[in-house]
């Protein structure tokens, strides 16, 4: 066998992203993992909406927010999806035909700089991790299949031959195998109800103290440091944190949104508007304080940390079993 | 700078140096959408720290969406309303 597609219909130039991507969102990237999985959900007809609650546990770390993803727990209770580590013993293509040939995706590591869906950034540019999920390979015709951030691409060529290179690093890369043979197309009202208990779960998971409100002392004191060190720093510190907290705030709204479609929700709504405006106030942020490194000038980021901590309080108050009372 | 069409040209420079676009800045259409084209997020930050180094201005909180910096048309819409013209 030398080709092997899990969805061979799939073409990257016909592909229709799923809405949480389109161009109109105030972030359409937000980590490679968790939107890889949004588009895997909408292409196998899937309700991606509903895997987001878990956005509501992120929590600010120091050096960055938690880098967000559906557990596997939730793939598999909401939807029979199953993903667990493949161990990798073989070289990456014979896997591939192996598991694709056998209706099983492959969510593996891989290198942007092979990846053209990134031109403009990583592509042939430098060397930078991300998660792709394979759904198509054709050795002969060495060209590839792939979900990667907000869409389906393909790769061909020397992409293909330094993608699939088996022996280019020192470790094997990290793969998963993604089972769908035993996935549950739930009701919409179903999958409502079995996603607001999980929010509760999720809601109970989130920090104790406001994660924004840390985050914005921490960057007064962080601001020299990225002042001096200019902005290709910058751009990998404001991913690490205003893009991780910005882009989770935006999912969280609209899984707060789905949840409430089919039901006069006004406390669910309002958090989504609350969550929803931390998530545009981070937008303004990434790009003020790129102005501040830019030209060195100082930045007092205060008031709209202030907007948005607050912002979060009034989210949290009113989710489901948040034991937060809601600010006078 | 107040003649649209120079004010133009100077976005289309600025964005043929600092958008990353696989395409040429000469050929986008007023009206194409710059994220689609190509420009990534990231980019689009360095064109607005151009835009404002070139247009001597500072884009106020409420232009620092997403949405300004799609078209031609609405970097040079943002940037008339701050420098007038």
């Known amino acids: 066998m030398t080709r092997a597609a899990v969805l061979p219909a799939l073409r990257a130039?016909?592909?229709?992203r799923h809405p949480l991507h389109a161009e109109d969102r105030v972030w359409v990237e937000r980590n490679c993992y968790a939107d890889v999985f949004v588009e895997l959900?909408?292409?196998?007809?899937?309700?991606?909406?509903?895997?987001?609650?878990?956005?509501?546990?992120?929590?600010?770390?120091?050096?960055?927010?938690?880098?967000?993803?559906?557990?596997?727990?939730?793939?598999?209770?909401?939807?029979?999806?199953?993903?667990?580590?493949?161990?990798?013993?073989?070289?990456?293509l014979e896997h591939a035909l192996e598991h694709l040939g056998a209706g099983r995706f492959i969510a593996t590591e891989a290198d942007a700089f092979w990846l053209p869906d990134t031109a403009g950034t990583d592509y042939r540019q430098q060397p930078?991790?991300?998660?792709?999920?394979?759904?198509?390979?054709?050795?002969?015709?060495?060209?590839?299949?792939?979900?990667?951030?907000?869409?389906?691409?393909?790769?061909?060529?020397?992409?293909?031959?330094?993608?699939?290179?088996?022996?280019?690093?020192?470790?094997?890369?990290?793969?998963?195998?993604?089972?769908i043979d035993r996935l549950v197309r739930r009701p919409a009202d179903a999958l409502?109800?079995?996603?607001?208990?999980?929010?509760?779960?999720?809601?109970?998971?989130a920090p104790r103290e406001n994660p924004v409100r840390r985050w914005g002392a921490r960057f007064a004191l962080d601001l020299p440091e990225l002042q001096a060190r200019g902005l290709p720093h910058y751009h990998r510190w404001a991913f690490s944190t205003t893009r991780q907290v910005g882009a989770a705030m935006e999912l969280l709204a609209a899984h707060l949104e789905w949840l409430a479609e089919d039901a006069a929700d006004a406390p669910l709504r309002e958090a989504a508007a609350a969550f929803a405006r931390v998530s545009t106030g981070a937008k303004?942020?990434?790009?003020k304080a790129a102005r501040a490194v830019h030209h060195g000038r100082p930045l007092d980021a205060a008031p709209l940390f202030d907007e948005m901590a607050a912002a979060w309080d009034d989210g949290m108050a009113r989710l489901p079993g948040g034991a937060r009372a809601v600010p006078a | 700078m107040t003649d649209p069409?120079?004010?133009?040209?100077?976005?289309?420079?600025?964005?043929?140096?600092?958008?990353?676009?696989?395409?040429?800045?000469?050929?986008?259409?007023?009206?194409?959408?710059?994220?689609?084209?190509?420009?990534?997020?990231?980019?689009?930050v360095n064109v607005m720290l151009a835009l404002e180094g070139e247009f001597d201005v500072e884009f106020p909180d409420h232009m620092l969406r997403r949405g300004v910096f799609q078209s031609i048309a609405s970097i040079r819409a943002a940037v008339t309303e701050l420098v007038g013209g």
């Open chain 1, 41 to 92: 959900l909408h292409a196998l007809g899937l309700e991606p909406r509903a895997m987001l609650g878990h956005t509501a546990a992120i929590d600010f770390t120091g050096d960055g927010f938690t880098f967000f993803k559906p557990s596997h727990d939730e793939l598999r209770d909401l939807y029979g999806m199953d993903v667990q580590e493949l161990n990798v013993w073989r070289t990456p």
């Open chain 1, 192 to 205: 409502r109800h079995l996603a607001r208990e999980r929010l509760a779960v999720h809601a109970a998971r």
């Open chain 1, 13 to 16: 130039g016909a592909y229709g």
């Open chain 2, 5 to 44: 069409a120079a004010r133009t040209d100077a976005i289309r420079r600025i964005l043929a140096q600092h958008a990353r676009l696989p395409v040429e800045a000469a050929q986008l259409g007023d009206e194409a959408d710059l994220y689609e084209a190509g420009m990534t997020s990231l980019a689009s």
């Open chain 1, 284 to 287: 303004a942020f990434i790009l």
């Open chain 1, 128 to 179: 930078v991790k991300t998660t792709i999920v394979l759904n198509a390979v054709d050795v002969d015709a060495r060209r590839a299949g792939y979900f990667h951030n907000a869409g389906y691409f393909e790769l061909e060529g020397e992409d293909f031959d330094r993608t699939f290179a088996a022996d280019a690093r020192p470790l094997p890369l990290y793969a998963e195998l993604v089972r």
